[in-house]
T-cell receptor, first 115, second 113 residues
Framework: AQKITQTQPGMFVQEKEAVTLDCTYDTSDPSYGLFWYKQPSSGEMIFLIYQGSYDQQNATEGRYSLNFQKARKSANLVISASQLGDSAMYFCAMREEENFNKFYFGSGTKLNVKP | EPEVTQTPSHQVTQMGQEVILRCVPI?????FYWYRQILGQKVEFLVS????????KSEIFDDQFSVERPDGSNFTLKIRSTKLEDSAMYFC???????????FGPGTRLTVL
């Protein structure tokens, strides 16, 4: 089974609107961490946000927030007030406590922000 | 601001040749990683390295791959006998102890002909 599933290969959003990028995960480890990365067309990987499995609050970093639903095993990224510069690939990733230094990435979602 | 650097930015090699990809992690980081991304596909974990030894590795990281931290600053990935399917972008990343965020380098694009 896939550890990380991103079901939206591509998404469009109008500038200034909010968008949600889906991510579901599969693990039996009670302790794990979830990450989102942005990859612009230039290719670099940019860390956006982290959520720990025991964190009580949903993580937020500026315009990014993580909608963490543990029972559903989902960790959706919400980008508020989209900007043209948000157009990029977005990858969800996970690591488990048992294999603390091994990371699993999803297949990514390509977000296009329309003016 | 400190950053992870990788050299070369693009490497072209013939099938069967050995390549060494180089990375300089951020100086006070203790955890080091290699990933690869075949064009248009997802990022795949290859290996993590801590305290001068491999910490975790994926199924992709077979005997043709090796990693080394030869001098306390460089972190290298060696591919002994390259195959066409090794063509990909290879990213190095590093992480500080006690911090979740990994910092990625700009990547080395490897093309195997």
């Amino acid at each position: 089974a896939q550890k990380i599933t991103q079901t939206q290969p591509g998404m469009f959003v109008q500038e200034k609107e909010a968008v949600t990028l889906d991510c579901t995960y599969d693990t039996s480890d009670p302790s794990y961490g979830l990450f989102w990365y942005k990859q612009p067309s230039s290719g670099e990987m940019i860390f956006l946000i982290y959520q720990g499995s025991y964190d009580q609050q949903n993580a937020t970093e500026g315009r990014y927030s993580l909608n963490f639903q543990k029972a559903r095993k989902s960790a959706n990224l919400v980008i508020s007030a989209s900007q043209l510069g948000d157009s990029a690939m977005y990858f969800c990733a996970m690591r488990e406590e048992e294999n603390f230094n091994k990371f699993y990435f999803g297949s990514g979602t390509k977000l296009n922000v329309k003016p | 601001e400190p950053e992870v650097t990788q050299t070369p930015s693009h490497q072209v090699t013939q099938m069967g040749q050995e390549v060494i990809l180089r990375c300089v992690p951020i100086s006070n980081h203790l955890y080091f990683y290699w990933y690869r991304q075949i064009l248009g596909q997802k990022v795949e974990f290859l290996v993590s390295f801590y305290n001068n030894e491999i910490s975790e590795k994926s199924e992709i990281f077979d005997d043709q791959f090796s990693v080394e931290r030869p001098d306390g600053s460089n972190f290298t990935l060696k591919i002994r006998s390259t195959k066409l399917e090794d063509s990909a972008m290879y990213f190095c990343a590093s992480r500080k102890a006690g911090v979740n965020e990994q910092f990625f380098g700009p990547g080395t694009r490897l093309t195997v002909l």
